[in-house]
């Protein structure tokens, strides 16, 4: 459960949410995207409570990376094309380019066409994350919420992602649910949860500067061995 949580978001800005497991940042996600809604207070979206809106319509206004990626038993064309079935081969090519993903496509047996496996067994995880990157550059929807990469990527598609995804958050209002916190310090704004109440708030220097959690955390991270 979440309390007290008072945040104003502005067009453009990205959003960091961090904190330990457990500490509220999927129900968060989940109350951004009305998997279920607030008990209390409301979520304002351009001036609309999202209560008000339907869920296919205010789903439609975020793109989603998860590290649950979900793809369909079809070609890496039509993956990427989901949002965008009518989207012309050049503009596919363009958004798998800006993802850091056109390399390793072009690198399958059939390229474009390659059809993935039920469940996406023929791909890494990392890879998969890419294609998901690559359908949303296709589709450029105005809000993005981010799950970061996990541990068992590789440090070279890790950068591609991370690459990746400064491409995508050009302009856009974006939620990042952080693990590496080296990921988050252009942030414009760092949530720190835990137990489900934002315990800290500010940029990453600020929070430095405070000597807290998240300074803390910070430095369990970046501890020399």
């Known amino acids: 459960m979440i309390q007290d949580l008072n945040l104003h978001v502005t067009p453009g800005q990205r959003i960091a949410i961090v904190g330990p497991t457990g500490c509220g940042k999927t129900t968060l996600i989940n109350l951004l995207m009305r998997f279920y809604d607030v008990r209390s207070g409301s979520i304002i979206v351009d001036g609309c409570d999202i209560r008000n809106l339907t869920r296919q319509s205010l789903r439609s206004s975020y793109g989603m990376v998860l590290q649950e990626t979900w793809l369909r038993s079809t070609s890496i064309r039509d993956n ?39 469940g996406g067994e023929n791909l890494s995880q990392g890879q998969k994350q890419l294609l998901c990157i690559a359908r949303i550059m296709l589709c450029l929807p105005p809000m993005l919420i981010l799950d970061e990469a996990t541990s068992s990527i590789d440090t070279m598609t890790e950068l591609r992602i991370q690459r990746a995804f400064e491409n995508l958050m050009k302009g856009r209002t974006s939620f990042i649910v952080a693990h590496r916190l080296s990921t988050i310090q252009n942030a414009d704004v760092i949530l720190v949860m835990d137990q489900g109440h934002i315990i800290e708030k500010g940029t990453h220097e600020e929070l430095l500067a405070k000597g807290g959690f998240y300074a803390n955390l910070y430095n369990s991270q970046f501890a020399p061995t």
């Open 80 to 118: 990427i094309a989901y949002g965008r079935p009518d989207a012309p081969e050049e503009e596919i090519i363009e958004a798998a380019k800006k993802a850091y993903a056109h390399n390793f496509i072009m690198r399958l047996p059939n390229g474009y066409d390659t059809i993935i496996t039920e």
